[in-house]
């Protein structure tokens, strides 16, 4: 158990869509911090709230949580917190559960569930404007009377009822009363609970008052034992637990759905007190559905939203982009005057500047497609996607929520796993993971407009049909069986068994607010930028020291690279590269890109000293490509050799940022690690199968 | 007319037909979660939409719109008021 801190801790609970977040957002303003709970891949946001009585309070906004008992990591974080079973958090001293007053019935469920943790409570009715639209009517005090706690209606969106709840939360700090529960335990287990209650207080495992609420759920919980705190007491505690699930049995009760029929048969019977309800007609959502879910007009507006969100990306992102490599090329230029010339001047203008700047390049796609992940998931359009697509992604192994993450990773694959936090259920999160950088992201395009234009002859097929163009489609098409191919593979193998996924909630569509999006948007950017920015400095400094190092000896044959760390890396790694097709200029430009794939090109013109000046203007290094012939004085850079090359960027794991990104969501270096190898091995073999069959085929 | 009662799969729940929800063929943490989601015995349910291709079924339930699987809606039992002669 965690000392209480100075600061009171109260913790904002309550279920997915509720409003939670835009009214921890109301009503911590700017004084929140975010962070990740430590050891899972779950966000922390924490902020300070003013009191008039209590002065400074801390809140904690849990994940949002259907039930205290936990089936995904969200969830569990927000479960311990609650039952203070984590060491980087304080127990919450005491609770605000947030209701969404709309969706009264399940709401209360989980309520129900907080008040039986015995904690000052206090419930807030949020959404009030929604209930009026639709006609509905709450009774707020008879509410909070069978509650037994107070009760305070407002909008959260609208700023409406925050300066109550600040006086009902300082009310329930100032003189706090432990909530009870409103359910009555079930007298034919009555023995079974107070054991199992009278465990739990024992090892310290709940507090008094929360203890029948535990106990009770422990035995309605086949996977209860499976939970770490509890799975010490296996043995001990497992005979009773199973004592009580038989006399349950006997009296004919289902014990696995137990506690959410008590207290669904609680919600039932006060529901009509407290709600006048109108009967059910057709709400905004369900219009907007009948268009959205609908198979073909649904599919098509799909379309159109990724659509857009390409055009985008693509399109308003160009001009930022630009402003960036001629602020970094500013700054290198300016650098070289300031700084004598000289290896700290190369290691900062070469190295740091050119090395930053070329990730940072990519910052105003990565926060366009943050802006973006952002509204499709506020909006509540996730849920639609999933179910438009549910099967079609499961033909191919995948979750109907992979379709955000996989997509946004064809611009980058950092956004696209960051948004693989939506699928709730770790594996298929996992899996997503794993193949998401696999589709073809932007910094694939400089290669394969560098190779394609040197060894794919410009012709049209059947008159219209460009044979470069065609090519390039192959590769992205390739990319994406790629990703099939894995996550059939994985879920053959190490991630087997069926999906989880039970049950998706389609939550009312609701207006996102610019400044929630804004908000979201500079969080993942700036969380990103702190994680990924360091190792990418650090790299960058690595390459640099890996291609000037050592230095260049005019004694001895070879260009200044190619008698660096790189270029003998280059050679070392040549025997490996060959039967790809690759020499060890080709092993030197892989080697070099390895932070990041579009150093590829820059690396490539450095060895057969070609200027290039932008990525759309690479002709001079083609045709210099073009011109390299081999031992047979053949051009060099046949097709088949070039397919090879692209082909290994196809397939193999070259991106430092990705690598990052991927050992924090995936929860580890492990996964990372298996992501590299399985990336890059797969290129290696597919590249080494077209480079062989190609040359027994006399192609070479 | 007379109404008769029948039981049948949630699945084959014809779009836009409701039912009250019966027992589940669903392992015991799966029904837990269900019943929390408010799919409780005895609770009344409407099937809303069905997806492409033998996709999700949607499902208004206590006021909420959910998405189910079908291979689940094929586990859970539904008693429904079918009109005698249709």
């Known amino acids: 158990m965690v000392i209480e801190p100075h600061i009171p801790h109260v913790a904002l609970a309550g279920n997915p869509n509720s409003g939670k977040s835009t009214l921890f957002n ?14 899972v891949t779950v966000e922390k946001h924490g902020g300070a709230v003013h009191l008039p009585r209590t002065g400074e309070i801390h809140l904690i906004d849990l994940p949002g949580t259907y039930s205290l008992n936990p089936r995904s990591l969200d969830e569990q974080v927000a479960h311990d917190v609650l039952l203070g079973l984590r060491d980087d958090t304080p127990v919450p001293r005491a609770i605000v559960a947030v209701l969404d007053a709309s969706n009264l019935e399940r709401n209360l469920f989980f309520v129900t569930q907080l008040l039986s943790l015995g904690r000052p409570t206090v419930v807030v009715l949020n959404m009030m404007d929604v209930c009026e639209q639709t006609g509905q009517q709450i009774h707020v005090e008879q509410l909070a009377q069978r509650l037994g706690v107070a009760v305070v209606p407002m909008t959260a969106s609208k700023n409406v009822g925050l300066d109550e709840l600040r006086a009902a939360m300082d009310e329930m700090l100032q003189s706090p009363l432990p909530a009870r529960d409103v359910v009555e335990l079930p007298l034919a287990i009555a023995g079974p609970l107070a054991e199992v209650a009278a465990l739990l207080r024992e090892h310290d495992l709940a507090e008094a008052a929360a203890a029948p609420g535990e106990a009770l759920r422990i035995i309605c919980t086949a996977t209860a034992f499976e939970q770490p705190r509890l799975a010490p007491w296996r043995e001990l505690w497992q005979p009773v637990v199973e004592r009580a699930r038989e006399q349950l049995a006997v009296a004919g009760r289902n014990w696995p759905t137990l506690e959410a029929e008590l207290r669904y048969r609680w919600v039932d019977s006060i529901l009509s ?41 693509f399109r308003l992102a160009q001009a930022p982009m630009e402003w960036i490599k001629h602020f970094f090329g500013w700054l290198a230029t300016w650098v070289a005057q300031v700084v004598p010339a000289g290896q700290m001047q190369s290691l900062l203008t070469d190295g740091v500047i050119a090395g930053v700047g070329g990730v940072l390049m990519f910052l105003p796609q ?14 509540g359009y996730t849920a639609r996607i999933q179910f438009l697509l549910d099967r079609a992604m499961g033909k191919l192994g995948l979750h109907g929520k992979a379709f955000i993450p996989l997509f946004s990773s064809f611009a980058c694959a950092v956004p696209g796993i960051m948004a693989a936090r939506t699928i709730d259920n770790a594996r298929d999160r996992l899996l997503t993971i794993l193949v998401a950088p696999l589709m073809c992201c932007s910094a694939r395009w400089p290669v394969y407009l560098l190779l394609a234009g040197t060894v794919i002859p410009s012709v049209t097929l059947l008159g219209f049909l460009p044979l470069q163009a065609l090519v390039l489609g192959g590769l992205v098409l390739l990319g994406i069986l790629a990703a099939i191919f894995s996550a059939w593979a994985f879920r053959k193998t190490i991630l087997r068994g069926p999906s989880t996924t039970l049950a998706q909630e389609l939550p009312p569509y609701r207006r996102p607010q610019i400044k929630t999006l804004l908000h979201i948007m500079w969080e993942r950017s700036a969380l990103f930028l702190q994680k990924a920015g360091t190792v990418i400095l650090l790299m960058s400094v690595l390459m640099w020291v890996l291609t000037s190092y050592p230095r260049h000896d005019a004694a001895r044959s070879g260009s200044p690279l190619e008698q660096s760390c790189a270029g003998q890396m280059g050679r070392v790694l040549e025997p490996v590269l060959k039967p790809l097709g690759f020499d060890w200029r080709i092993s030197i430009a892989i080697v070099s890109s390895f932070a990041a794939r579009e150093v590829f090109v820059s690396s490539m013109a450095t060895i057969y000293g070609a200027q290039v000046t932008d990525p759309h203007n690479m002709a001079d290094l083609q045709s210099r490509l073009a011109a390299e012939k081999d031992e047979r004085g053949k051009p060099f850079f046949t097709p088949l050799r070039g397919i090879s090359i692209m082909l290994f960027y196809v397939l193999a794991m070259q991106c430092v940022s990705t690598m990052v990104v991927v050992r924090r969501e995936a ?28 040359a027994l085929l006399g192609w070479r | 007319m007379q109404a008769v009662e029948k039981s049948c799969a949630l699945a084959a729940l014809g779009t836009g037909h409701s039912g009250w929800l019966g027992a589940m063929a669903l392992l015991p943490a799966e029904q837990q979660r269900m019943a929390e989601l408010g ?15 033998g996709g999700p079924l949607e499902l208004r339930v206590r006021g909420c719109k959910l998405s189910l699987r079908r291979e689940v809606a094929q586990r859970i039992q539904v008693t429904s008021e079918a009109q005698h002669g249709h």
């Open chain 1, 667 to 694: 929860g580890g270096w492990k996964w990372m690690a298996f992501q590299w190898v399985w990336m890059t091995g797969l290129a290696w073999l597919a590249c080494f199968t077209v480079w062989q069959v190609g």
């Open chain 2, 39 to 53: 799919l409780t015995a005895g609770t009344p349910v409407v099937v809303t939409k069905r997806s492409l291709w």
């Open chain 1, 366 to 379: 990565i926060m366009l497609l943050f802006l973006f992940i952002a509204m499709i998931e506020d909006s």
């Open chain 1, 26 to 39: 109301a009503l911590t303003g700017l004084r929140q911090k975010v962070s990740n709970y430590p050891g």
């Open chain 1, 273 to 313: 007190d407290v709600r006048t309800a109108p009967p059910h007609t057709a709400t905004a959502t369900d219009r907007v559905d009948r268009w959205l879910t609908h198979p073909v007009w649904g599919s098509a507006a799909l379309t159109l939203v990724v659509l857009t969100m390409f055009w985008a990306i």
